[in-house]
């Protein structure tokens, strides 16, 4: 047995290691920025094997996607966790809701693959010509400035004539700043899902819809100059009627409106802080492991992007699964749902789309959970 005053110092020890980490659990934060090893072990780590979707979702059909914004400012807080599914819309709500970090969870491994490609060209891009100019392989034409609207900015792109050249050399660039400037292990797969989704965007340039995506490799892209000019996408939403969209009131949200909602993505992308996940929303892996690392940095999530996947959920009987996994991250009342449907704004599937609205994710979950 140890001597009473040794007892007493391993006691001392002990609580103070305790009250120590007490300390350090309580004022962990979400961090400033993530290393890139720290950035590819959340997301490879976080995700789960690749799934199936009926559609590719290179964009949005959701052109009235912003006119739940000034409900969603009222409603959600700022600086806090974003969650989302899908492509480019999700850009435009972390420009409203500036969050501090950012979690895309999608069953397709190539929806990450799609994002890689946009932090790379994000990160690459000193303005919004410039990255309008690499997304879509048009050469940038005179008169863009920072001032430019985004109107101005995709008229000037419509007219523009896709250049093979500037794909190959962008395409090359995206390969090299993820394997090389920032190391990360991309398998030949990812270059061929990253190829793939940039051969879309340059065969139907600023004219891509929800409908335009290929089913060949990129390689078989050649020729392809001024596809869909215009009147390409088959009458639906293109990317260039999303940007040039508003919120129904007449402000402008998008994320390529302006140069400063361009550079806080440019920003949150160079700090490695918008983290794609390969998962489905009723597994047992990925939203729960975000949840997990959200509870570890003492982070709340301020808001979460569903599109339409409620849909699907309930046709296939994941809906209890997908607000258990709710459940378990870190919410409080203010933290929201947005989601699309045949209703709501703008409801309907014709030209304009889903139709966008809000939900609390605190209440809908606990009518799952019991909790």
Not at 135 to 148: A, D, I, Q, V, Y
Not at 184 to 208: K, Q, T, V
Not at 221 to 247: E, K, S
């Amino acid at each position: 047995m140890k001597p009473p005053y040794l007892q007493l110092r391993s006691r001392a020890v002990f609580f103070l290691f305790t009250i120590l980490f007490v300390v350090a659990t309580a004022t962990a934060q979400v961090p400033d920025r993530l290393t890139d090893e720290q950035f590819w072990k959340l997301s490879e780590g976080m995700s789960e094997p690749d799934g199936s979707f009926r559609s590719d979702n290179l964009l949005s059909n959701e052109l009235s996607f912003q006119y739940v914004i000034p409900e969603l400012l009222k409603t959600a807080k700022q600086e806090r966790v974003y969650m989302g599914v899908g492509p480019e819309q999700n850009f435009t709500y972390i420009v409203s809701l500036k969050p501090k970090m950012v979690f895309i969870v999608d069953i397709r491994h190539g929806n990450l693959d799609v994002h890689l490609m946009y932090k790379a060209l994000f990160e690459m891009s000193k303005d919004r010509a410039d990255f309008v100019s690499r997304l879509f392989s048009r050469k940038r034409p005179e008169g863009l400035t920072t001032k430019s609207t985004a109107i101005e900015l995709f008229e000037a792109y419509l007219d523009i004539d896709a250049s093979k050249e500037l794909f190959d050399a962008t395409l090359k660039e995206i390969e090299a700043h993820l394997k090389t400037k920032h190391g990360f292990p991309l398998s030949d797969g990812d270059m061929e899902g990253i190829e793939w989704a940039l051969g879309n965007y340059y065969r139907y340039g600023p004219s891509i819809n929800y409908n335009s995506s290929i089913t060949e490799a990129a390689p078989e892209i050649v020729g392809a100059t001024g596809f869909g000019r215009r009147n390409g996408g088959f009458g639906n939403v293109t990317y260039a009627d999303l940007m040039m969209a508003d919120d129904g009131d007449g402000q402008f949200r998008g994320y390529l409106a302006t140069e400063e909602n361009f550079n806080f993505l440019k920003d949150l992308e160079t700090r490695n802080l918008l983290v794609p996940v390969v998962g489905d929303f009723g597994g047992r892996k990925a939203i729960r492991e975000v949840a997990k690392y959200l509870k570890s940095v003492n982070a709340t999530v301020s808001a979460f992007y569903l599109s339409n996947v409620e849909q699907y959920l309930s046709q296939d009987g994941k809906m209890g699964a997908f607000m258990t996994n709710i459940g378990s991250l870190p919410l409080d009342e203010s933290s929201t749902f947005i989601r699309s449907g045949n209703r709501g704004f703008g409801g309907g599937f014709g030209r304009g789309g889903l139709g966008s609205e809000l939900g609390n994710m605190l209440s809908e979950s606990k009518v799952y959970t019991g909790r």
